[in-house]
């Protein structure tokens, strides 16, 4: 599966992204799907993840900020970020899994090329 990550961008502190990631072919249903994000010079870290049963995982910093769907249909899924701050600055990866949902990178067997997200204060 191939992964098209967009919808990055420059917002102040406070403001709001939605992010999106299209995925090719006829299996996207079956894949769990997630978004990690690295800051410059830190290490790429979970930030959440949704099962093929749409179960939705946060990392403690983004819970009750940023929201994970999917739309099977259209082969996409999103990450709505919302009261975003400085620290959500980073470069954001989907990623897939065919296989359990998970939080750990290594779990993941494709990837997207990244979108960037600044956040200025």
């Known amino acids: 599966v191939q992964l098209q990550a967009s919808g990055g961008g420059l917002v102040q502190a406070g403001g709001s992204l939605r992010l999106s990631c299209a995925a090719s072919?006829?299996?996207?249903?079956?894949?769990?799907m997630a978004w990690f994000r690295q800051a410059p010079g830190k290490k790429r870290e979970f930030v959440a993840a949704?099962?093929?049963?749409?179960?939705?995982y946060y990392s403690d910093s983004v819970k009750g900020r940023f929201t994970i769907s999917r739309d099977n249909a259209k082969n996409t899924v999103y990450l709505q970020m919302n009261s975003l701050k400085p620290e959500d600055t980073a470069v954001y990866y989907c990623?897939?899994?065919?296989?359990?949902?998970?939080?750990?990178?290594?779990?993941?067997?494709?990837w997207g090329q990244g979108t960037l997200v600044t956040v200025s204060s």
């Open positions: 990623a897939a899994n065919w296989g359990i949902v998970s939080t750990t990178e290594g779990r993941y067997d494709y």
């Open positions: 072919g006829r299996t996207f249903s079956t894949y769990a």
């Open positions: 949704i099962s093929q049963t749409t179960s939705a």
